[in-house]
Each structure stands twice: as structure tokens, then as C-alpha cells.
């Protein structure tokens, strides 16, 4: 499989990030079939992807005949033997779950094409745990982790693992470039490659300033964003990406080192277990709830 040989692109999982990385690939010129299982996964995120084209034409970015042509090219199919059966380039969006993921690359080995590229975009987990044991040719496996919103973050992480053939990086890279993205190569496998790695250990120090109360979460979101020019503190930042993302994200992490310090933070939890999941959820640790 070479990069001029993708002509069908199938994306696994409707949710928000899903649903964008099938558009983008759709607005690209890709046939792309969008699939989940979940109940009306499939349209909500067909029905997200058409207001997000009505806003980019309502903005001038693109046409209507532009905009309505990738939505064409964009088919909701649910069951994923069938979405993934002519498909050249297979990109997993699924919940950030190892076990989920497992199970999706094991039906993907028996209903893909064998020379298939098949990427997870996985946001913390390697592509060897999601791959081994459960792909006869992990050789064509590799992370291809996009940025939320993936319509406009320009970066894709493209990630090795032990197994993966140059050859795979290289279409993985190649066809970043196609969909209009920037693309890193992270050569060798590790928890959250490039900027979930850098990320984490400033997002883990957050909270560690925030639980030893030594300042409140909005003073370090201010700090933070003041005194090292970001454009949104680390609690900014969970709000937006979900708690719930930045929990599974830590607790995958603490479960790979076993290391105290890698513990998702208590409060984190209690957040989770009471429905403040950040912008999606109407409050995090922010109110987003619309004003009166």
C-alpha cells in the first residue's frame, strides 16, 4: 500500500473527534465511511458534521458545492465489517479504553484488507499494546493521533511501534500531509509521544499545586497563561478536552508506571462521579451553564 493507492477511508467511532476526522478526510476528497455501534452515535455525529460545514460556509471558507460535496463522500455506516471491507486507510477514534481498542483491532484483522493501513488515534496508548497478540501483520499498525478540534488543529502524531514497517510511516505521513495536516514522527514508542508526554507533567504539577492548596485552580490557570504566554490554563484545558479524557489519560499512565505521583488526583474523580465534565457537560471545574 502506497499513499496514491488510498482511495477509501473508513473511521472508527461518531464522537466528536471521530466524526471531525472523517470530515476532514471527506472535505480532503476521501470517500469515507464513518461507522460506531453505539445507539445514534451515527447521527450525532453526522448531524455535528453538518453544522460544522454550514458554519464554514456561512464563514466563507468553503462553498456550498464544496461543503455538500464532503458530505457526500461521507457515508454512516453502522456495522463495521462492512465499513471497513474496501477500506485502504482505517483510522480508530474510539474511546480512550485498551480494551475497547483490542477488541476493534481484532475484528479489524479478520474483516480489513490485508494490505490496509490500520492507525489508531489513540491519545496516550502506544500502538505495540493496542496491536499484540490481537493483528496477524502489525507491521501495517501505527498511531495517527489528531488534535482536538481535528477540522482545525494542524498537527497528527504519527507513532512507531516495534513491529511497524517504515513503509507504514511513511504512508501514515504522507497521508497526514493529503487530509492538511502537519505531521511528527515519534520513532520510538512512548505514553503520550510528543505533546501528551510534555503535557502531562505540567498538567500532573497543576494539580499537585491545586491539591496541596497552595493556589486555586483559576490563579494557575492565570499563571500559566500570563507568565508562559498558553492560550488556556491546564483546568481550562481539561473543561474543553472532558475530565472524564484527562482521568483515562492518568489512570492508563499510573497503571503503566505504578508510580503514586502518576495517581489520578482524588477530586478528579469525585468531578466524574458528579457529572462535571467540563464544557460538554455544562460545568468542570468552570460553569458554562448559559447565563440568565
Excluded: W
Excluded at 480512550?96 to 490485508?114: G, N, T
Excluded at 516495534?162 to 492538511?180: H, K, L
Excluded at 508526554?197 to 498538567?203: D, I, M, Q, R
Amino acid at each position: 500500500m502506497n499513499t496514491d493507492d488510498i482511495q477509501q477511508v473508513c473511521v472508527i467511532g461518531a464522537g466528536t473527534m471521530g466524526s471531525q476526522i472523517a470530515l476532514q478526510c471527506a472535505l480532503s476528497g476521501y470517500a469515507v465511511n464513518l461507522t460506531d455501534a453505539a445507539a445514534g452515535a451515527l447521527e450525532r455525529g453526522m448531524a455535528s458534521n453538518r453544522t460544522l460545514v454550514g458554519q464554514r460556509v456561512s464563514k466563507g471558507r468553503i462553498t456550498q458545492e464544496t461543503g455538500e460535496a464532503a458530505l457526500g463522500r461521507l457515508l454512516p455506516i453502522a456495522d463495521l465489517a462492512e465499513a471497513v471491507r474496501e477500506a485502504d486507510f482505517v483510522i480508530e477514534a474510539a474511546f480512550e479504553d485498551l480494551l475497547v481498542k483490542r477488541e476493534i483491532f481484532a475484528r479489524l484483522d479478520e474483516a480489513s484488507k490485508p494490505d490496509a493501513i490500520l492507525t489508531s488515534n489513540s491519545s496516550t496508548l502506544v500502538i505495540s499494546k493496542i496491536v499484540d497478540g490481537v493483528l496477524t501483520d502489525p507491521a501495517r499498525a501505527a498511531n495517527f493521533h489528531f488534535f482536538h478540534p481535528a477540522t482545525v488543529m494542524k498537527l497528527v502524531e504519527v507513532g512507531k511501534g516495534p513491529a511497524t514497517s517504515d513503509a507504514t510511516a511513511q504512508v501514515c505521513m504522507d497521508f497526514a500531509r493529503r487530509i492538511g495536516k502537519e505531521p511528527v514522527l515519534v520513532q520510538k514508542e512512548i505514553h503520550g509521544f510528543i505533546v501528551n508526554y510534555v503535557l502531562g507533567a505540567l498538567t500532573r504539577a497543576a494539580m499537585d499545586l491545586y491539591q496541596g492548596g497552595y493556589a486555586s485552580y483559576a490563579d494557575i490557570d492565570k499563571a500559566l497563561k500570563l507568565g508562559l504566554n498558553h492560550p488556556m490554563g491546564p483546568f481550562e484545558l481539561a473543561d474543553f478536552s472532558g475530565v472524564d479524557i484527562l482521568y483515562h489519560a492518568m489512570a492508563e499512565r499510573y497503571r503503566e508506571t505504578g508510580d503514586p505521583a502518576d495517581q489520578p488526583p482524588a477530586f478528579i474523580i469525585e468531578m466524574i462521579n458528579e457529572g462535571r465534565l467540563g464544557r460538554k457537560s455544562g460545568k468542570g471545574f468552570y460553569d458554562y451553564a448559559p447565563k440568565s
